[in-house]
């Protein structure tokens, strides 16, 4: 899925946030944990605390904490904030039979694509991440068991 550099800023920014709940992050730290620029992550990290999914604190002691419930953001609900007129779902009235099954194979595409961003929530994002840093950990666990058998061989 094609997504404007601000959509996808503002999906790390708050599965990172979320993930570290009540911890205040600036955008300078997220910049820099993420290498991306941290003056477009700023305007990212306002939109964000306009839609009440992050509060903000200004001041050189500043920054933002994800306040909404992560069980109930969903990647729809970031994404609408970011894309303007992303989603197109009319669908066009067409003159013949393989054009209309073409219209109705991409608008049933488009209610799927619609349905999934609307059931990943960024709870289910965190924790999907989390098992994934687990197996990873563990396979780099046993790769270096394997490395340092062979080694003391």
């Not at 996808?8 to 979320?18: F, P, S």
């Not at 894309?83 to 799927?112: C, F, K, Q």
């Not at 994002?125 to 068991?145: H, K, V």
Request: net charge positive; proline share 3%.
């Amino acid at each position: 899925m094609k997504l404007q550099q601000a959509t996808r800023y503002a999906i790390l920014a708050t599965v990172h946030m979320a993930a570290n709940p009540g911890k205040q992050v600036s955008a300078y730290e997220l910049a820099a944990f993420y290498g991306l620029s941290q003056h477009h992550l700023a305007k990212v990290l306002r939109t964000l605390s306009m839609a009440k999914i992050v509060s903000s604190t200004r001041g050189p002691n500043g920054g933002c904490t994800f306040i909404a419930n992560p069980k109930h953001v969903t990647l729809y609900d970031i994404i609408v904030l970011f894309e303007n007129d992303w989603w197109d779902t009319e669908a066009e009235s067409e003159p013949s039979g393989v054009a209309r099954e073409v219209s109705r194979v991409l608008s049933e595409l488009d209610r799927i694509t619609m349905a999934t961003l609307r059931s990943v929530t960024i709870q289910t994002i965190i924790n999907n991440a989390r098992r994934s840093e687990l197996r990873d950990r563990d396979s780099t666990t046993i790769e270096q068991r394997a490395i340092e058998r062979a080694e003391a061989k």
